[in-house]
């Protein structure tokens, strides 16, 4: 209990270094949140503004896409800034210059370090922004309100922090190998965000097993979503599968980090 409240507090003692460096230059952060914020705000926007005309997207209401939407966008970005450090870019800038061996030699466990090496504190407008479209799609979907309600979109969220924050963890393991980034990850990442923040029955039938069976995106928080909606799960899969679909986010991490400690014994520094 002594080592955790110490990892605790070093960790936070790197988190507030790193927002401290962030506020040196206000005009750049500002400028910088809120271009990252507009660019999410025009995407939704866009579908906000086109799917009334349509009157829906297969059989789905502008609330309920809202949901989906918000949900996804509010885990992805929580994610992003917890799990920045790990993101293949990031680390492998740290691998091909050598300050990756910096981290090995301090006196502080090594994931805390990367963990708290990149605190993109510029995402927090995005943050308000999903949560904002959530709430909408919370206020006009049929869903019932309640604590089963409550818990299950909670797990959703964690569900999608865990998987996306382990295909991170795996693409930065990735560079112990590559040096440089792995551009096929950020189909599983950036691309996945994207696919599930949409109703996957509008997607091919291949396309729609395989980001659930294979890679299990769609458990995360489609599921969920069509059991809190009253709506047959895809495939014949008993309604129990939408309750224990998050589970599916901690496994990933799980493997994930541990091939990232396979990755450590495997680094080999710059020599510089």
């Known amino acids: 209990m002594a080592d955790l409240r110490h990892h605790l507090t070093l960790y936070v003692r790197l988190l507030g270094a790193q927002i401290r460096s962030q506020g040196v230059h206000r005009a750049s952060f500002i400028l910088d949140a809120l271009g990252s914020l507009l660019i999410t705000a025009a995407e939704f926007a866009a579908l906000a503004l086109v799917l009334p005309r349509f009157g829906g997207l297969g059989g789905w209401t502008l609330g309920e896409i809202c949901l989906l939407y918000g949900l996804a966008e509010l885990a992805f970005v929580l994610m992003d800034i917890l799990f920045g450090g790990f993101d293949a870019p990031n680390l492998s800038a740290h691998v091909r210059s050598g300050s990756f061996s910096t981290f090995l030699l301090r006196p502080a466990p090594l994931t805390l ?8 504190l510029r995402r927090l407008p995005r943050v308000l922004l999903a949560a904002a479209i959530a709430g909408y799609g919370l206020l006009h979907a049929p869903l019932a309100a309640g604590p089963e309600t409550a818990a299950l979109l909670t797990a959703a ?6 998987f996306f924050g382990g295909l991170f963890v795996i693409g930065g393991t990735l560079t112990f190998w590559t040096v440089d980034s792995v551009e096929a990850m950020n189909v599983l990442t950036y691309g996945g965000r994207t696919l599930i923040s949409y109703p996957m029955d509008i997607y091919s039938a291949w396309l729609r097993r395989t980001f659930t069976y294979l ?12 059991h809190l909606l009253g709506r047959p799960l895809p495939d014949g899969l008993p309604d129990w599968a939408a309750l224990i679909g998050p589970l599916a986010g901690p496994l990933v991490l799980a493997g994930a980090f541990a091939f990232w400690r396979v990755g450590v014994r495997h680094y080999q520094g710059t020599g510089t």
């Open 157 to 162: 969220v964690l569900g999608m922090i865990c």
């Open 113 to 120: 370090q990367v963990f708290a090496s990149d605190f993109a």
């Open 215 to 226: 890679i299990p995106a769609a458990f995360l928080s489609y599921l969920p979503a069509l």
